[in-house]
């Protein structure tokens, strides 16, 4: 059953808010201000038809907005669209009492991302290749994609027959393409153990087809050549699966308003570093301990640090940050600190952090409230906030990547 609805905001995650008797519905690709018709189920509905459209509502320029799950916002105009991203990281903030200027958003541009995660899966019909349905388990078999770079859209076809390959499973499973200075690196998970004839296939079409590497489970199949990336002047050697940041420009981005604040540091400590993004590109001017628990990322950053040249000294230290924060007493050490953590943020590295003596700290975040919550953290420990610089890397995704930038004034002994 249908009914009509006003959307009065956006939510969190992109959807449309309206008021109903019973409590807020959201509404997939809606804009404030519309007046719209979609079928309820529960606190969800979805959208059959939009009666008023705001001024703001714009072509899609993808054919499968709305179906494949992966875009929220194609439908939002472009500064209204940066708007509400900015506002997502205003709002966190201002959540926790955080006051201060936030910097404009950095925007995205299309055809930039250089990692996106397929699912697959082999039916009658053939093999599926494309990106699940929001709230759902069906694959949406995609033909073109405005995100992403034009080595991976224009390799669908060759990466839809290597899925067909390495299937050894009914079921779904991922393929994880990356576009990197190689060619592109294929890790897939989930597909099923393949066969000895099974493996000289497949490894005989990533030969043929030019991909750089074909892991399996994190096992390499074929790597006719190494796949690498560039921190700086620095060449990685990144391991199957690694992670990278979505874009390079968003990045370089991030990399430079750390290496700047960071700039005058001699010792500084990279926490959560990965593949070294932030410490090879630190080791430029400073010394660098970095602490990672992924051993394939610290492995690569270190082996990276050793075939480098003019870099200062860059210490690996492997160690899960969640279970095992480093202490105030070991960060007193460094007179420089980034940390970089995942979604759920760094809440007891936090209150280490707030603890210790480090003059100059930048917080980087793909969660603006989990950022806002380790922002207080380091606030009431005395830290001042300098400045706040949302990034958007994930474009047309409720997703916004942020860079806090702290100093913490000198203690009268």
């Not at 404009?104 to 494309?130: D, I, K, N, Y």
């Not at 497949?202 to 994190?218: H, P, W």
């Not at 070991?330 to 995942?342: A, I, K, R, T, Y």
């Amino acid at each position: 059953m249908s009914a009509r609805f006003t959307i009065s905001r956006l939510g969190s995650q992109g959807d449309g808010v309206a008021s109903a008797d019973s409590g807020e519905v959201f509404i997939p690709f809606t804009l404030p201000g519309e007046t719209v018709t979609a079928a309820r189920q529960k606190d969800r509905a979805t959208l059959m038809s939009v009666l008023q459209a705001s001024p703001l509502r714009v072509d899609p320029p993808c054919r499968h907005f709305t179906e494949c799950g992966g875009c929220a916002l194609q439908h939002f105009e472009a500064e209204a669209y940066r708007q509400w991203k900015r506002e997502r990281v205003v709002q966190a903030l201002k959540a926790k009492g955080i006051a201060g200027e936030i910097d404009a958003l950095v925007p995205c541009a299309p055809q930039t991302r250089r990692r996106v995660v397929f699912s697959a899966r082999r039916t009658e019909a053939g093999m599926l290749l494309g990106f699940v349905r929001a709230l759902s388990s069906e694959i949406i078999p995609i033909e073109e994609c405005p995100i992403s770079l034009p080595a991976i859209v224009g390799s669908l076809d060759r990466l839809r027959r290597l899925a067909n390959l390495v299937c050894a499973t009914p079921k779904p499973f991922h393929m994880t393409v990356t576009v990197t200075a190689s060619g592109l690196d294929v890790a897939v998970q989930d597909a099923g153990k393949l066969g000895e004839n099974q493996r000289r296939i497949a490894s005989n079409f990533v030969m043929a087809e030019g991909l750089a590497r074909l892991s399996i489970d994190g096992e390499v199949i074929v790597e006719p050549k190494k796949p690498v990336v560039q921190f700086g002047s620095v060449a990685v050697a990144v391991p199957p699966g690694a992670f990278l940041q979505a874009t390079e420009a968003a990045e370089q981005t991030m990399a430079g308003l750390v290496g700047r604040h960071l700039s005058r540091a001699k010792k500084v400590a990279d926490l959560f570093a990965g593949c070294g993004s932030f410490a090879l590109r630190l080791a430029a001017k400073s010394e660098v301990h970095a602490v990672e628990g992924d051993a394939p990322a610290l492995a690569a950053l270190d082996r990276a640090f050793r075939f480098a040249g003019g870099l200062k000294r860059v210490i690996s230290e492997r160690r899960d940050l969640f279970r095992r924060p480093l202490t105030f007493k070991e960060l007193n050490g460094f007179d420089g600190l980034v940390f970089d953590p995942p979604r759920a943020g760094a809440e007891d590295q936090s209150k280490q952090i707030a603890r210790s003596d480090v003059p100059l700290v930048a917080a980087v975040s793909c969660n603006p409230v989990t950022l806002a919550r380790d922002l207080r953290i380091l606030l009431d420990g005395g830290y001042q906030l300098k400045s706040v610089t949302p990034i958007d890397q994930f474009l047309w995704s409720p997703h916004v990547e942020a860079v806090a930038l702290l100093e913490k004034p000198k203690r009268r002994r």
